[in-house]
């Protein structure tokens, strides 16, 4: 018996559909893709930054993985590993946790990057263009193969790089100001076996 794929012809008929498994998917050409657990250490790098972040935008504007961001192409949608929304898009968020395209951009992404290239370009490269063409006015890539926390800053609808945080630099978020942190706390906390 030839099992036939799950195919969505529009991202609204994605999201009615309901496996009734709390499985993540990105929906790529009309089919779901299950996206793979992170790494425990990545967890660990986002968990930290999220205890940072919490006391400056509080519980209901910081969301976790778990958040589903609509993009424009392909796949249609991502779960960045760290989302600062605004207030108002909290609300809208109570019945299913999806920014949609038309709800606006988020405040800040984050991303803990994997290792290996393919992992790589999708971050620097993929997703960059996505989160750009969405208008997400701030955009990190925290990178723990190179030590090193990337900034990037929506300028005239481009993302440039505002700033490159390594070792003892303070973490500065371009919305939300001092993080009271260094890069060297943020990979030393995940790297830590406490």
């Keep these: 018996m030839v099992q036939l794929k799950q195919r969505f012809q529009s991202f609204e008929d ?3 559909y309901d496996d009734g498994t709390e499985t993540l998917y990105e929906l790529f ?5 299950e996206v793979p657990p992170e790494s425990g250490f990545n967890v660990e790098t986002a968990n930290f930054l999220f205890a940072v972040l919490l006391p400056l935008v509080g519980h209901r504007c910081l969301r976790g993985h778990g958040l589903e961001l609509e993009v424009r192409g392909e796949p249609r949608n991502r779960y960045p590993d760290l989302t600062v929304i605004y207030a108002e898009q909290a609300d809208l968020l109570r019945r299913r946790n999806t920014l949609r395209i038309s709800m606006g951009p988020p405040m800040l992404v984050v991303e803990i990057v994997s290792p290996g290239e393919v992992q790589r370009n999708r971050d620097y490269i993929a997703k960059r263009g996505q989160y750009q063409d969405l208008g997400i006015p701030e955009y990190w890539l925290v990178d723990p193969q190179t030590a090193t926390i ?5 300028r005239e609808g481009i993302y ?4 490159t945080f390594s070792g003892e630099d303070e973490l500065r978020s371009l919305q939300l100001g001092s993080l009271n942190v260094t890069a ?8 830590s076996q406490e």
């Design 184 to 191: 060297q706390d943020l990979f030393e906390a995940a790297a």
């Design 29 to 33: 050409n009309g089919e779901l893709i």
């Design 150 to 154: 990337l900034v990037l800053e929506l």
């Design 160 to 163: 440039c790089e505002a700033a």
């Design 14 to 16: 994605y999201l009615a």
